[in-house]
Structures are given as C-alpha cells and as structure tokens.
C-alpha cells in the first residue's frame, strides 16, 4: 500500500534537532478500521489512524492489542507517519487475528519525541469464531500452502493439536504443537508443511489427563504455487538416507544485479516445495534469523522506518507461518530507548553532522542474527555500531579521521522494549576494556565496507574529511544463549557471540540481565583456548565462521560452520600447501573445557565445496549432522548454488576429513538453512 512521504526526507533530518515548543500539542483526528466490527477469525483488517501535531514533528506511531481477557501487548513500535497538508498518517497496521474470538482493543499512540508530547486512542473490536458446531471448520490464508483450523472449544486443563496427513496416506502425519484449552473459546490452529494443490485430511486431538481422543476428520486442498513468484529448481545429488527430519527451511539470499529473487521457502528432502515466505512488499529482502517452536519466524527485514537514508534491515519481525505480522520494532525505534538507558553510542546515524567529528558514533541498522530463546520470553538481537576514531587508527593510512565498524547486542523484554545492551565500544559495557580485543586489533583479512558494498550493513559516517572505507573491525554473524555452562562452572544464562572479521567466538557476561557485560573468554586462533590437535591438522581452528551455537541445551557439542577464508588465503594454508580438501569449508563440532581451557575435535567434515561468506551448523537429536554450504560456484553449472548437507555420526571415533554424506540437496544460495522434523519442532540452538 503506497503512502505519500512528502517532505518526509527533510522532516526526519530534523528529528533531535528542532526546538519543542512548550504547547505543542498533539491530537488523533481518525482511527477507523478497513473493515467494520464484528469480521470472523482469519480476516484482514487495516489499520491507517491520522493525527495532527502543533509542533513541525515528525509523528510516530505505535500499535498495542489487547487481546480478550489478556494484556496489553506492543505489536508495532512507534514508526514515523507522513505529512501531507497538515495531517500525519502512520504507516499501514495491517491485523490479522489468529487467537480466540472476542472483543480486541486496538490501542494507537501518536508520539512527538521532540517535544515529548503524546496522545492515544483505543478502538473496541469483535472478532467472531468461525466454528459454531462440533465439526472443524478449516479456512484459506493468504498463503496458498497455509491453512487456519478452527476447533470447538476444549475443556479447561487439557491441551488440543492438529493432525494432518495427505489423502493419498503417501507421507507421514504431522501434528501441530500442544495448545492449551481455553473455555469457552474456539481452538484454531496455523497448519503449515503441506504440499501445493494436494488433498489433505486433519482432525484436533483432545489429551485430557492423558487420555487421548480424536475429533471429527474434515477435508482441505492447498492451492497451486502463484504464478507470480520466482521458485527454484532443487536437485538431489545423495538421496536422503534418514527421514527422521524431513522438513529443509532455506533463507533465499540473492547477490548482485539481475540475481533471482526467491522466497523463504521449506522443501520436503527431495526438493519439494512445502511452505514459502516472501515480505509483504517484495522488492525488499530479509534474513530469516530462526525458525520458532510451535510456529513463526523471526526475520531482519527492509522497510522504511525513521533513518531516510536507508531501508536496509531497519526492522525486527516476528511472523506467523501464514506470514502475518505478530510483533516488530525499527532502529529508530530502538535508538530512542538505548538513548534513554545511558548509551553513548546508541543514537541515530541520520543526526550527526557531516564531516562526523572524533568521538562521534551511531546505531544503523539490525544485523545477521536475532535469537528468541532467552528465559521470559526475552529476545537478542545483533546492530551495527559505526564510531569514528583519530587518524591512524587500524593503521588506516589516509591521515583521517577513521569509520570503525562495531557490534551492540541489545536483549528485548517480552514487549520488545530494550531491558540490557553491549557495545563493543563502551568499556563500561563490557566492550573495548578486553585485552584480547582492543580497537586497535583490526579485522584479521583487513575487511572494509563502502557505502554500498555487499555483505556490509549500511554505512552513514563516510564522506569527505573522513577515510574513504570503513573498517569493518568485527563483523558479528550469530548469537547462543548459553543456559548451562559444561564443566562446574555455576554461572550460566550468558551470550555466545561469533565474530566473522576476529575469527573469534565470546562468551559475553549477561547472567540473564544481570552480568556486567564483560567477555569472558575468547575461543579462535591465537585467544585463550589450546586447540588438542589429535588429527595433526595443518589448520585446526576455524575461521571467518557462521552458526556458533552448543548443542543438547547447552551441555556440548559446539557446532560451527567453518567458512574457512582465513585458512585458504594467502597468508594461510593457501599460500603453499592447501591441499584439496584443506580448501574447502568444513562442518565442526568441538568440546571445550572452560576451566582447562582446551577444545578437542569431535568432528572436522570436508564439505567438498567452498563458501566465502554464510552458513549453517546443527547437530541433530539422533546424533547425524546437516550443515549449510550456501554459496558454492559449480563451475559445471557456471551457477551459485546453496548445498545442504546431512552428515552421519561419527562412531565410534571422531572424523575429519570426508564426510560420510546421507544427504545432498542442491539449491539456491542461502542465508541458513534448517532440518527439522516440522514447522512446529524447531532446532535450539
């Protein structure tokens, strides 16, 4: 939906730097819904609210529902509006109600953050069951691969699922995720994992006490893929030999000009098409950052927010399977509460004066790898720091002052509110204060980003009387919430962080909000673990890595994807001796001892291809691995292609080397990618 943006550019230039004058005053003058109350579960409705301002603004806009018989829940953090002839209309709030019918309140609150003045309005609306008798009645989602089921309701105390299998009985029946009842309210449920233009049977099961029962069976055929997207072609090089996890999640991720753009998309092992997802306005791209138990993603995604300099991975999302909205916030957003908590380097980058001065520094947009497994509901989400240092830093050579590009992870409550952040930078959260990573230390291949170069986050600070390029000093790419720690040590409840540019992973001191922020160690070559090179390998260590995460809850082993850059450079293995295989990336998983301080193998697997950038890691629950190598060029295609790889165990002793491969299923270039046993039971780590 195209809104007007007159005059937006200039209006949000002057955000933090206009006056507020003492009587500005705020007012709604409209909050009318697309559809009028009451509409049924499953209906889209579309929330546009205009608003005045006495002040020159800008107006942001916040969205909150307030479920029947529930709290009140933040769905869209305050985003900025547009101006046309004197009035503010905040961007499209498009609600899809999935839960329990009832009376929702739709709370708007238009906010000046110059002036600080605010005003809210609430809407009542009803939202109408869609079952009426004890036989389920199954609804079409905007995706044709998607289905809402909708149950009778369900006695207090037990819990209730779906089953669902094809009518030709030729795979296996999924069920859902347990729900608990919720009297006298309907049961309805996101069915996801079907196949396109296929026959399907489901039917709710009812466990009360643990005594199971079944529901009447009702029919539903998916629709055909549309027409109007792009879908790959998928081919198997090893079919696959174990089908305890038969669900690939791909993150599409397309490089240069005139690449294909593809959706999120699920395949079955044979390349199959299951489920897709592709943002609401296709011409913007995102990173699906983890797939969530019992249903959803969470995804980075381009939109336009409060910086107009850039769209690029201003927003966090949270989507449902049939691609619905459930919760977001933007970087302007965030800025704004990380300036409110003391951060000296949280504030937006469209405000500073150009050329920046010493000192100066910005949070530009979220990055790689958001994570929604902290205790309470709590998210952690990477952004990027850009901070500008004397001349001469990094050994920049130009004799100006220095762009460095940093990290801050900030964690998110429950309401995505910023509660606890780190920064690189700031020694008084537990970043620039470590001897073993120093602002001086600069990436280990010498990275940097222009203002426009692939794979950086967007860049704000350069321009003249600054160097040219910025260095891009760490590169963060995944985050672990570490729960329990391996070996005595009683502190648990920390963050796992991998750093790309150091060939680094950290341990950060968050003690579930409670940590100072410090780094505790450092694991990579030349930091404070030994590496128990049992195999003699020339290059143990990983390098330029993706995908840090400790497997089986936090008691062992650590998976990684080694990208391998540094070990296959010129300065590495590949200046006289990188043998075949020694040029190729490799799927690890390690133990590690943080008392001993020493790593020892479990597994090195030569993947038999070579990715510059990206990937995936994931031991699975029957001890096989899959691993994602996402950016391979097949000379035999002249094409890039993303691989994933199911690896069988290692029995009885630790493999490096070739890999005993179970399956490889060739693709389009990824992001991550995910084996799953459904879209309801996720991978943890």
């Known amino acids: ?79 900025v509006g547009t101006l046309s002839s004197g009035t503010w209309t905040a961007y499209p709030f498009i609600w899809v109600p999935t839960g329990i019918e009832g009376t929702y309140k739709i709370q708007v609150v238009a906010k000046d953050f110059v002036s600080g003045e605010s005003v809210s309005k609430t809407v009542l609306f009803h939202v109408q069951a869609v079952v009426t008798g004890s036989t389920p009645v199954i609804e079409r989602t905007a ?19 779906v089953s669902f299998q094809e009518q030709s009985g030729s795979t296996p029946a999924t069920v859902t995720n347990w729900v608990s009842c919720h009297p006298p309210a309907s049961m309805t449920f996101e069915i996801a994992g079907m196949y396109p233009s296929t026959a399907y049977n ?38 696959a030999t174990d089908t305890a996890y038969p669900v690939l999640l791909h993150n599409s991720k397309d490089f240069g000009p005139g690449a294909a753009r593809y959706p999120d998309m699920a395949t079955d092992l044979q390349g199959n098409i299951i489920w897709y997802y592709l943002p609401h306005d296709k011409s913007h791209s995102e990173v699906l950052t983890r797939p969530l138990q019992g249903g959803g993603i969470l995804a980075l995604q381009d939109d336009r927010a409060w910086n107009p300099k850039t769209t690029q991975d ?18 302007g ?47 952690a989400a990477l952004m990027d720091i850009e901070r500008i240092f004397p001349a001469g830093t990094q050994g920049d050579t130009s004799s100006l002052p220095v762009d460095i590009m940093g990290d801050m992870i900030v964690v998110l409550d429950a309401n995505w509110k910023v509660v606890w952040y780190w920064d690189a930078f700031d020694p008084n959260n537990g970043g620039n204060g470590y001897a073993d990573l120093p602002v001086s230390q600069t990436a280990v291949l010498g990275e940097t980003c222009g203002a426009n170069t692939a794979g950086c986050p967007p860049v704000f600070l350069l321009g003249p009387g600054i160097a040219p390029s910025a260095h891009d000093w760490l590169h ?25 540019h150091q060939d680094s992973v950290f341990k950060i001191d968050y003690q579930d909000g409670n940590g100072s922020g410090a780094i505790i160690w450092r694991m990579g070559k030349g930091g404070d673990f030994t590496f128990t090179n049992i195999y003699n390998d020339p290059w143990p260590w990983f390098s330029h890595q993706h995908d840090v995460g400790i497997e089986n809850g936090g008691i062992g082993p650590m998976t990684i994807f080694d990208n391998g850059d540094t070990r296959i450079s010129p300065s590495g293995l590949g200046s006289t001796h990188c043998k075949p295989h020694d040029c190729n990336s490799r799927g690890m998983a ?39 190598n996402p950016i391979v060029f097949l000379p035999s295609r002249n094409a890039t292609v993303g691989i994933g790889i199911e690896i069988g165990p290692s029995i009885p002793a630790p493999q490096v080397g070739p890999a005993d491969v179970l399956l490889d299923l060739v693709g389009p270039q990824n992001y991550r990618a995910w084996q799953m046993l459904s879209f309801y039971v996720v991978p943890t780590t």
Not at 143 to 149: G, I, K
Not at 314 to 327: C, H, I, P, T
Not at 333 to 349: E, F, R, Y
Not at 479 to 495: E, R, V
Request: hydrophobic fraction near 40%; charged fraction near 10%.
């Open 333 to 379: 957003a965030i800025t704004q509460q990380l300036l409110a908590l003391g951060a000296v380097d949280g504030g937006p980058c469209n405000t500073i004066s150009s050329p920046a001065q010493i000192g100066s520094a910005c949070v530009g947009a979220f990055h790689h790898d958001a994570i929604q497994t902290l205790p309470n509901g709590y998210t």
């Open 1 to 79: 939906m195209k809104i007007p943006n007159q005059g937006l550019a200039l209006i949000l230039g002057l955000l933090t730097v206009l006056p507020a004058p003492a009587s500005a005053t705020v007012t709604i003058v409209s909050m009318t819904p697309s559809q009028k109350s009451p509409q049924p579960i499953g209906k889209t409705i579309v929330w546009e609210p205009t608003a005045t301002d006495s002040n020159a603004g800008p107006l942001t806009f916040q969205f909150n529902v307030t479920p029947p018989g529930g709290s009140l829940t933040m769905v869209k953090d305050f985003n």
């Open 314 to 331: 201003q927003f966090l999302r949270q989507m449902d399977l049939a691609g619905n909205l459930v919760r977001e916030t933007n970087v």
């Open 143 to 161: 995706n044709p691969l998607v289905a809402l089921f909708s149950a009778a309701s369900c006695a207090a105390g037990s819990v209730m699922r």
């Open 590 to 628: 390690v133990t590690f001892s943080e008392s001993s301080l020493t790593v020892t193998p479990v597994v090195s697997f030569d993947l038999g291809s070579y990715s510059t950038a990206m990937g995936s890691a994931q031991m699975l629950d029957n001890g096989n691995y899959f691993f994602e």
């Open 202 to 239: 489901m039917f709710a099961q009812t466990n009360t006490g643990g005594n199971i029962t079944s529901g009447p069976t009702v029919g539903f055929t998916t629709s055909a893929l549309p027409k109007t997207l792009n879908f790959p072609k998928f081919t198997i090089v090893t079919a």
């Open 476 to 500: 963060a790419n995944s985050l672990y919430y570490w729960p329990a720690p391996q070996d005595g040590n009683t502190q648990g409840g920390d963050i796992v962080w991998s750093s790309r």
